[in-house]
């Protein structure tokens, strides 16, 4: 059976091996610090990159919409775009109306004239 | 900006001035802290070329993560250690049974050569040993007794209470004791 010995000799002991190592340098290559910051360069330049893009990308939606006159102005535009359609689409006969077409009312209008007219003459001539 | 002139700028400082696209800073935090963050990694991993990987890893993440980096909330010191114990460890585990019986034997095993060091040997005795120990525990006594870490900032690194950080360095080191004992006449102990 292994002797136990108490934690402050055994440390005492591990403390000769633990300065050894202690004292063994392991100083990096040129070579890899070069490489270390060529990697931090590459990132930077990555950064700045996929920045340009994130920006031009943005650059033409806001160009479109400065010449459009704004958020207003597009707002304004696409309401009355799907007005126009939905006139379009929903209420066919109202076309008739507005050209001229429909002559329903117009007779209803001319004989209630006319009744009236035939009505007074009738009282003049008793 | 020369890079003498940002010794005195603190890590989150450079930090800020690296995610607004300076050089110079980039510089100033890889001289800072890639020299120790290789360091920690070839303790770890025994092998330079794989430790120059993990510590080009890490400093590549903090690179990315700098536009995000939250000022006082963390030591970039503290992340950078947090980051290369995990990827050290990540590689221990997946070395751990088939490459065990590759780790080499203690140099004093070896045909011994006059001009090598004792210290060297002990050193080299040393990590032939740590290398034997679970992941963890060789990384909490890494961290203590070589990088000479306080043990709250060991329990940040390693996510841990600072119990269980005594807990770790304490099986680690009665294990190291254990191993090294019968070496110690051979490295001129006794």
């Known amino acids: 059976m292994m002797e136990k010995k108490p934690d402050t000799e055994r440390d005492k002991d591990l403390a000769v091996f633990f300065d050894a190592a202690k004292g063994v340098e392991y100083t990096p290559s040129a070579a890899f610090m070069d490489v270390v910051v060529a990697d931090a360069l590459d990132q930077t330049d990555a950064r700045a990159k996929s920045a340009l893009g994130q920006k031009a990308s943005t650059s033409w939606r806001v160009a479109l919409l400065r010449n459009i006159g704004g958020w207003k102005s597009a707002t304004a535009l696409a309401a009355s775009a799907f007005i126009g359609v939905t006139a ?15 002559t329903g009312v117009e007779t209803v209008a001319e004989d209630s004239f006319s009744a009236a007219f035939d009505i007074a003459a009738l009282f003049r001539e008793g | 900006m020369a890079l003498d002139a940002m010794n005195d700028v603190s890590d989150d400082a450079l930090m800020v001035l690296y995610a607004n696209g300076d050089a110079q800073a980039a510089r100033a935090l ?7 963050v290789l360091a920690l990694s070839r303790r770890l991993l025994r092998d330079m070329a794989e430790a120059e990987d993990v510590a080009q890893d890490a400093m590549l993440r903090l690179w990315k993560v700098a536009p995000e980096w939250r000022q006082g909330e963390a030591k970039v010191s503290t992340w950078l250690y947090r980051v290369t114990s995990n990827l050290c460890i990540d590689r221990l585990r997946k070395k751990r049974g088939t490459h065990l019986d590759d780790i080499p034997e203690p140099a004093d095993d070896k045909p011994s050569v006059e001009s090598l060091m004792q210290s060297h040997d002990r050193a080299t005795a040393l990590q032939a040993a740590m290398a034997q120990l679970p992941a963890r525990q060789n990384l909490a006594v890494t ?12 329990a940040q690194i390693m996510d841990i209470s600072v119990d269980a950080v005594e807990s770790l360095t304490a099986r680690g080191k009665r294990t190291l004791a ?3 004992s019968g070496q110690k006449e051979k490295l001129g102990l006794e």
């Open chain 2, 30 to 36: 890889t001289y800072r802290h890639a020299p120790r």
């Open chain 1, 88 to 102: 379009g689409y929903a209420a066919p006969d109202a076309l008739d109306y507005i050209s001229g077409d429909q």
């Open chain 2, 143 to 154: 961290l203590r007794h070589i990088e000479e870490l306080p043990n709250p900032q060991i």
């Open chain 2, 178 to 180: 254990g191993l090294l």
